[in-house]
C-alpha cells in the first residue's frame, strides 16, 4: 500500500521564490514559473489537459502523487522529481523550445510523476537502482505515447532522448552531467566566464571537504 505523499519541504529561498512566482492551479496541481511568467503556465498547463483528456488514469495517479509542477533552471536534465518539493521540476528552456511539443512536455511530466508514485511505494534511488528505475519511468512515458494520436513522434524523441546503461547512473556521471549543466546554466543567465570558473572551483573544493568526511552528497530523486 502506498505511503501518504509527503509534505512538502522549502528552504526559506525557495519559499520566497514560491511567494514571488506566477502560479496557477488546474485539478489541484499547482503550476508555477519562476520567470518565465504565462508562456510557460500555458505550456505546462496544456501538457496537464492532454495528459487528462487522453490516459485519465494515470492522471489521477498525478493527481495524488504530485502537489506542483514547477518551471525553474535545472543544471542540466529537462526534469527532475523532488520528494522534499513534491514536485515535477521543468526546465524552461526545455519548455518554451519550440521543439519541445505539449506532447513531450507531458511524456517528460509522466516520467518524473513516475517516480514520485514509486517514491511513495519506498522504492529508493541508489547508485545500484537507478538504471532500473528509470527503465521503469520510461516504460510509463511509452506507455503513455502511445495512446497519443501524436505517440510514433513522442516515442521516437523519448528514444532518442534516453540512456538506459547502469553506466549512465553512476555517481560519477551524475556529478559530470551536473557540473556541465551548471555551466550550461550561468551562460543562460549571461554569468561572466570568470564568475563561471569561480563558482565551479568553490563546488569542487566544497565537494572534495565532504568528501574527506565521507557525507555522501543527497540527491531528491
Not at 136 to 161: H, M, Y
Not at 170 to 176: E, K, R, V
Amino acid at each position: 500500500m502506498a505511503a501518504e505523499r509527503p509534505i512538502s519541504q522549502f528552504t526559506r529561498l525557495e519559499s520566497l521564490l514560491l511567494r514571488l512566482a506566477e502560479r496557477r492551479a488546474i485539478d489541484g496541481i499547482e503550476i508555477v514559473a519562476e520567470n518565465e511568467g504565462q508562456p510557460a503556465l500555458d505550456r505546462a498547463e496544456a501538457a496537464l489537459v492532454l495528459i487528462r483528456t487522453f490516459d485519465p488514469v494515470r492522471y489521477n495517479h498525478i493527481r495524488r502523487d504530485l502537489e506542483r509542477v514547477w518551471i525553474r533552471l535545472l543544471p542540466g536534465p529537462f526534469g527532475q522529481f523532488s520528494a522534499r518539493l513534491s514536485a515535477c521540476e521543468l526546465d524552461p528552456r526545455f519548455v518554451l523550445d519550440p521543439a519541445s511539443t505539449t506532447a513531450i512536455v507531458a511524456a517528460v511530466i509522466v516520467h518524473e510523476a513516475a517516480h514520485a508514485r514509486l517514491a511513495r511505494y519506498g522504492v529508493g534511488y541508489t547508485e545500484d537502482m537507478r538504471a532500473r528505475v528509470e527503465a521503469l519511468c520510461v516504460r510509463r512515458e511509452l506507455a503513455f505515447a502511445a495512446k497519443l494520436p501524436d505517440g510514433d513522434a513522442v516515442r521516437a524523441w523519448i528514444e532518442a532522448n534516453t540512456e538506459l546503461s547502469p553506466e549512465a547512473f553512476t555517481d560519477t556521471a551524475f556529478a559530470q552531467r551536473e557540473r556541465a549543466g551548471q555551466v550550461e546554466a550561468l551562460r543562460y543567465l549571461c554569468t561572466p566566464e570568470w564568475l563561471i570558473r569561480l563558482v565551479l572551483a568553490l563546488t569542487a573544493a566544497k565537494l572534495k571537504v565532504l568528501g574527506l568526511f565521507g557525507a555522501p552528497r543527497a540527491r531528491d530523486a
